[in-house]
């Protein structure tokens, strides 16, 4: 199974004059899940190369095993080092796609026809699209064949406003994750904040945050091994 990994190029928090980016765990934990499984990893961004990091994702607490590994892993980096351009990615290419998140998505994915255009072909041609934390803001312009929004009426979750607010953040970001899934007329629920937390739909899968995001793997490859015999 081929898996693209399509990560964020936004470095900018807002007007704060602080550094966001993609969140590390929500890339690593992924990475190792679907390597290990036997997938093929392709990792793309709308500039190409290396995408930023949200240098908060590597502090002391928020660093895991899978943190540690992927920083220490030459061939993983080597992939970072060189993500391909969004616009020239071919959906038809990969098995499934997966979205890290960190706040950095919700200023250029969520307003990019390029990450639509994959999400939507992705969907319509029957395969699994997995997205976590602040990563499921990217779907606020995805649209189904009929025009209506991708998530009217299914189970979705997202990075909660009470989590948003944890951090601090609920005044930087251009909308709350929750509300917008809310607007869109997905039917939003949410576990205990930073708890994993994740929900699927058909091919549709919502992870809650940071520590959804190997979980969110893992219903990621069930989907494409389909049902054990």
Request: hydrophobic content about 40%; overall charge negative.
């Amino acid at each position: 199974m081929k898996i693209l990994i399509v990560l964020t190029s936004h470095d900018q928090l807002g007007d704060t004059g602080k550094k966001t980016g993609f969140w590390l765990e929500e890339l690593a934990a992924p990475y190792y899940a679907l390597k290990d499984a036997g997938a093929e990893l392709v990792l793309a961004s709308p500039a190409g190369g290396r995408p930023p990091l949200d240098p908060k994702s590597n502090e002391p607490d928020a660093q895991t095993d899978d943190t540690r590994r992927f920083e220490a892993d030459t061939e993983a980096n080597a992939l970072l080092d060189s993500t391909h351009r969004l616009d020239a990615v071919d959906p038809a290419d990969f098995d499934a796609v997966f979205y890290p998140g960190g706040h950095g998505p919700l200023w250029d994915l969520a307003d990019s026809a390029d990450s639509a255009r994959i999400i939507e072909t992705t969907i319509r041609a029957g395969k699994p699209v997995a997205l976590v934390c602040h990563a499921p803001g990217v779907l606020r312009d995805v649209q189904n064949e009929d025009g209506t929004p991708l998530v009217q009426g299914k189970k979705v979750t997202g990075f909660t406003n009470t989590e948003e607010d944890g951090v601090g953040l609920t005044d930087v970001v251009p909308f709350l994750v929750e509300d917008m899934l809310k607007e869109r007329g997905g039917v939003y629920s949410k576990g205990d904040d930073w708890a994993s937390y994740v929900v699927q739909d058909g091919l549709l899968i919502t992870g809650q945050n940071p520590g959804s995001s190997a979980a969110g793997a893992e219903a990621l490859i069930a989907q494409l091994q389909g049902p054990k015999a």
